[in-house]
């Protein structure tokens, strides 16, 4: 199981930190990602961060704004989020996936958190 945590509104240009709790499962073991969707948008890949922690991928959109880690210690994965703009508006994702796989491909990750919903305003 997936939970996450941490969204909110927020203006443009300031910062949220998001949680994602997992249970369940061997977290170690998983790489894991953020994703988010948007009203009206398709399913948009945002950050991946390795089993260690030491390999990690982000979005284009997001490179140098945001940055994933993860406390293997208290099975959390984090996605910073720093300069935040309007159009990072959506409800963002949590998800475990294959233990070698850090990229962008939604049915590479096999659990899904239900989501929490971050709003930026101009």
């Known amino acids: 199981q997936l939970v996450e945590s941490g969204g909110g509104l927020v203006q443009a240009g300031g910062s949220l930190r998001l949680s994602c709790a997992a249970s369940?499962?061997?977290?170690?073991?998983?790489?894991m990602g953020w994703f988010r969707q948007a009203p009206g948008k398709e399913r948009e890949f945002v950050a991946a961060?390795?089993?260690?922690?030491?390999?990690?991928n982000y979005a284009d959109s997001v490179e140098g704004r945001f940055t994933i880690s993860r406390d293997n210690a208290k099975n959390t994965v984090y996605l910073q989020m720093n300069s935040l703009k309007p159009e990072d508006t959506a409800v963002y994702c949590c998800?475990?996936?294959?233990?070698?796989?850090?990229?962008?491909?939604?049915?590479?990750?096999?659990?899904w958190g239900q989501g929490t919903q971050v709003t930026v305003s101009s």
């Open positions: 961060i390795s089993r260690s922690g030491g390999s990690t």
């Open positions: 998800a475990s996936g294959n233990p070698y796989y850090i990229g962008s491909a939604p049915d590479k990750y096999n659990y």
């Open positions: 369940g499962r061997t977290f170690g073991s998983y790489s």
